[in-house]
């Protein structure tokens, strides 16, 4: 192998590996967003259940109390 083609070989083979290397940095962001914005979701629906059950006793108990 003469050394022009080594060098050459060898710049195009960095640029490869960088490529891939982001590539797969923004595959892997978009899954943890994804998996993140779900987690949310749910923690925010979890909570707002949370204090509308609180809301009902509490309501339940202010009724009980009037009669």
Do not use: H, N, P, W
């Not at 949370?50 to 202010?62: I, N």
């Amino acid at each position: 192998m003469s050394q022009k083609s080594k060098v050459k070989s060898q710049k195009c083979g960095g640029q490869a590996i960088l490529t891939a290397v982001v590539f797969f940095m923004f595959i892997s962001m978009i899954v943890v967003s994804g998996a993140y914005t779900v987690s949310y979701k749910e923690s925010k629906s979890s909570r707002d259940f949370g204090t509308s059950k609180k809301s009902f006793f509490m309501a339940e108990s202010g009724l009980e109390d009037l009669a």
